[in-house]
């Protein structure tokens, strides 16, 4: 088994993560400021190495890829690199001692689609400064994968959803109030047709698919791989299923994008980020090399987080039979 260090563990994906690497016999060591609990609890924390690290003032000093370094990873998985130079300090200091790196990056390198589903073969067209961050990181790793053999891998999730997790909800923002407005049947306005769509995928599919690379190293090692659910759902097909959980009937109205992002209020600007990308990727190369197939549908997923949510008391649903 491996020595795995993981960068940023303590996340959602790590609560996932972490307990599965353990199960699997491998030595652990999570990597984080020590600030974050895990959402979900696992006798496998109290087995694991435990280092706090703060990146951001490691990076400052140049120390932190040396430190990962001197932690003697076999395997090293970044989830918590969000530009380049970030990722270069990590990669140069484990240069010529690792067996795999893997990057974490995202479905936001993609901008606005072209063909439905992307596939990894369209180019990354990113519109914000995160996803041209993380597109800058993984061009680069190809790069380092190919010319001096870098045992990268880089794998984009889509909107990461589970328990302890807001879902990103049928108008596209974190909102947990949009469910509580559909269990009690009010009325929901989507944007124009209600046709745009997002991509969720489960936290334990995303830490899934990570053991799937693991174990296929030579089929992973120098590529880049969508991390999503296996399909992506409309804006209007995703309320109406919401409504019809709560036992509603659908209420729903439309206006113009424009119009109707103004009422967002705080959220409008995230809205308008998952809004104008409209996400949907096709997993058929991690299916095809990794054999990855999720969990989790993506109404799975969020009728999990939702069930947990109205737990809570995050989602106010009294009747709510999911």
């Not at 407005?181 to 944007?191: H, M, Y």
């Given at each position: 088994?491996?020595?795995?260090?993981?960068?940023?563990?303590?996340?959602?994906?790590?609560?996932?993560?972490?307990?599965?690497?353990?199960?699997?016999?491998?030595?652990?060591?999570?990597?984080?400021?020590?600030?974050?609990?895990?959402?979900?609890?696992?006798?496998?924390?109290?087995?694991?190495?435990?280092?706090?690290?703060?990146?951001?003032?490691?990076?400052?000093?140049?120390?932190?890829?040396?430190?990962?370094?001197?932690?003697?990873?076999?395997?090293?998985?970044?989830?918590?690199?969000?530009?380049?130079?970030?990722?270069?300090?990590?990669?140069?200091?484990?240069?010529?001692?690792?067996?795999?790196?893997?990057?974490?990056?995202?479905?936001?390198?993609?901008?606005?689609?072209?063909?439905?589903?992307?596939?990894?073969?369209?180019?990354?067209?990113?519109?914000?400064?995160?996803?041209?961050?993380?597109?800058?990181?993984?061009?680069?790793?190809?790069?380092?994968?190919?010319?001096?053999?870098?045992?990268?891998?880089?794998?984009?999730?889509?909107?990461?959803?589970?328990?302890?997790?807001?879902?990103?909800?049928?108008?596209?923002?974190?909102?947990?109030?949009?469910?509580?407005?559909?269990?009690?049947?009010?009325?929901?306005?989507?944007?124009?047709?209600?046709?745009?769509?997002?991509?969720?995928?489960?936290?334990?599919?995303?830490?899934?698919?990570?053991?799937?690379?693991?174990?296929?190293?030579?089929?992973?090692?120098?590529?880049?791989?969508?991390?999503?659910?296996?399909?992506?759902?409309?804006?209007?097909?995703?309320?109406?299923?919401?409504?019809?959980?709560?036992?509603?009937?659908?209420?729903?109205?439309?206006?113009?994008?424009?119009?109707?992002?103004?009422?967002?209020?705080?959220?409008?600007?995230?809205?308008?980020?998952?809004?104008?990308?409209?996400?949907?990727?096709?997993?058929?190369?991690?299916?095809?090399?990794?054999?990855?197939?999720?969990?989790?549908?993506?109404?799975?997923?969020?009728?999990?987080?939702?069930?947990?949510?109205?737990?809570?008391?995050?989602?106010?649903?009294p009747d709510a039979q999911l």
């Amino acid at each position: 088994m491996s020595r795995i260090v993981i960068i940023g563990g303590s996340g959602h994906v790590g609560s996932y993560l972490v307990p599965a690497l353990v199960e699997r016999g491998h030595d652990v060591v999570n990597v984080s400021r020590g600030a974050a609990r895990p959402y979900r609890p696992h006798e496998a924390w109290s087995r694991i190495e435990h280092v706090a690290l703060d990146r951001a003032a490691e990076e400052k000093s140049g120390e932190f890829g040396v430190k990962i370094a001197a932690l003697e990873p076999d395997i090293v998985i970044d989830m918590i690199a969000f530009d380049l130079e970030s990722t270069q300090q990590v990669v140069e200091a484990l240069r010529g001692r690792i067996e795999h790196y893997l990057f974490c990056s995202t479905i936001w390198v993609y901008g606005r689609l072209f063909t439905i589903p992307s596939t990894e073969a369209d180019p990354p067209n990113p519109i914000d400064a995160y996803g041209k961050g993380k597109a800058e990181s993984e061009a680069w790793l190809m790069t380092q994968a190919r010319v001096t053999g870098f045992p990268a891998t880089c794998f984009r999730p889509g909107h990461i959803v589970g328990e302890g997790w807001n879902p990103i909800n049928p108008i596209g923002n974190s909102d947990p109030e949009v469910f509580s407005l559909i269990a009690r049947g009010d009325e929901l306005v989507l944007p124009n047709l209600g046709l745009e769509t997002v991509h969720h995928v489960h936290a334990d599919d995303v830490a899934r698919w990570i053991s799937s690379a693991i174990d296929n190293r030579s089929a992973s090692i120098g590529e880049v791989f969508n991390t999503v659910s296996e399909r992506a759902v409309t804006l209007r097909g995703y309320a109406e299923m919401v409504y019809r959980w709560f036992g509603k009937e659908p209420r729903l109205a439309y206006k113009p994008f424009e119009e109707w992002i103004l009422g967002l209020g705080d959220y409008a600007e995230n809205t308008r980020g998952h809004i104008i990308r409209s996400s949907c990727h096709s997993i058929e190369k991690s299916r095809q090399r990794l054999g990855y197939q999720p969990r989790y549908t993506s109404f799975e997923a969020v009728k999990e987080s939702l069930r947990a949510m109205i737990a809570s008391g995050t989602v106010i649903a009294p009747d709510a039979q999911l």
